[in-house]
């Protein structure tokens, strides 16, 4: 799908139908920038509602304002943002989602002219169109952090920030970026990356200047 995004490996979201074996009926599907501070099965729960409300994707709400240009774009909100997606595999086979999607892919091609977004303008359009097939998840488990998201749009109050169950380092500067909340949130990945067995390359003399341990976590802002 042509895509003045930056990212297009983004678009294999669109034919994870087509890519994972037939046996394989449902999928959770995170960004490579993104933690799991919660509980999997909440996302297991919602794919059981999928089972139940017939819908074939979810995703949560984009986290950034839309340009003049943007507000062109089909969008409930701010549209819909594929970090973290979760699919009903058999469900979109049996109703056809590869012809649905290039079907809503030619429409906004023709109108619009290459995607700004890539496949997130496709998601978001379908769910505009047809509402049955998508549900949208708790911001929670999509948490936008880069440059110009609006982090208090999820989270109004810092105190409350815990309740995030799925930071996205959605920006170009990922861990390097320290505004509003993603110092904390830094430190947790940064606990997260120590954890790389240096203990045992210390004992055989390998030399890690950091400290792998829980600091980074226990001196997180809160």
Request: glycine fraction near 6%.
């Amino acid at each position: 799908v042509l895509s003045t995004h930056h990212n297009g490996f983004g678009q294999i979201k669109l034919i994870i139908d087509q890519v994972l074996p037939i046996y394989v009926e449902k999928v959770i599907l995170l960004d490579t920038d993104m933690i799991l501070l919660g509980d999997v099965q909440d996302l297991q729960n919602y794919l059981d509602e999928m089972d139940r409300n017939g819908n074939l994707f979810a995703t949560t709400e984009d986290m950034y304002k839309r340009t003049p240009s943007r507000l062109r774009y089909p969008h409930n909100g701010y549209g819909e943002n594929t970090g973290t997606t979760l699919y009903n595999l058999k469900k979109m086979r049996e109703e056809g989602w590869s012809e649905m999607w290039r079907a809503e892919a030619d429409r906004l091609l023709r109108m619009l002219g290459p995607l700004a977004a890539s496949e997130q303008d496709i998601f978001t359009s379908m769910a505009v169109y047809r509402p049955e097939v998508h549900l949208r998840l708790p911001c929670e488990y999509n948490f936008q952090m880069g440059t110009g998201a609006l982090q208090t749009y999820c989270i109004p109050a810092k105190a409350d920030f815990m309740k995030v169950k799925i930071p996205h380092w959605s920006g170009k500067a990922k861990w390097s970026e320290q505004t509003n909340y993603l110092p904390h949130f830094n430190n947790i990945y940064k606990c997260l990356q120590k954890i790389d067995g240096s203990r045992f390359q210390n004992a055989i003399g390998i030399d890690t200047r950091d400290p792998r341990t829980l600091l980074n976590v226990k001196a997180a802002a809160i």
